[in-house]
């Protein structure tokens, strides 16, 4: 996730327990006008869902339905329900906005096989019973920065991050 990409622990723990990290589109558009250096900054990063309002030409992959669905449902896991539907998405506040790029960039993920996305979004990601049911429905494990460090400890990894 955006909020771990400058954690050169993380590139270098998952490197040792051969884990393949990647970072997404997204990440590097939120990234441009900060002055945060990514950690994994040699790696080409996966392609983005294409949201229109939000992505831009050339970096988006037009989606399948069923990829479609899985990011509106994705929306709805991280804004506990609360995210505007489709035809009222034109007026997004800040927070939504962060969601619908969250939504983005955990698609990606999911989409490319990922199995294991970190991400220090405990609100977002965690709490509330959302990451069992990210586990459950897309198949993918959500890892705070210090939990995934501790797996890449107790494993010898050779999972897609």
Do not use: W, Y
Not at 12 to 32: I, W
Request: net charge negative; aromatic share 6%; with cysteine.
């Amino acid at each position: 996730d955006t909020n771990t990409v400058d954690d050169a622990r993380i590139v270098e723990a998952a490197r040792m327990a051969d884990f393949d990290v990647v970072r997404t589109t997204v990440t590097d558009r939120e990234l441009e006008c900060s002055r945060v250096l990514m950690a994994l900054p040699e790696h080409k990063p996966l392609h983005e869902p294409f949201v229109l309002g939000e992505s831009r030409l050339g970096f988006g992959i037009l989606a399948s339905e069923a990829v479609a669905e899985g990011f509106e449902r994705l929306l709805h896991v991280i804004s506990s329900g609360s995210f505007p539907p489709k035809d009222r998405r034109s007026n997004l506040s800040a927070g939504e906005r962060r969601q619908l790029r969250d939504a983005m960039i955990l698609s990606a993920h999911i989409r490319d096989g990922r199995q294991i996305f970190v991400t220090n979004d405990v609100k977002g990601f965690i709490q509330g019973g959302r990451r069992e049911l990210i586990k459950r429905e897309f198949g993918t494990d959500i890892m705070t920065s210090e939990e995934f460090l501790k797996q890449c400890q107790a494993s010898g990894g050779g999972e897609h991050v």
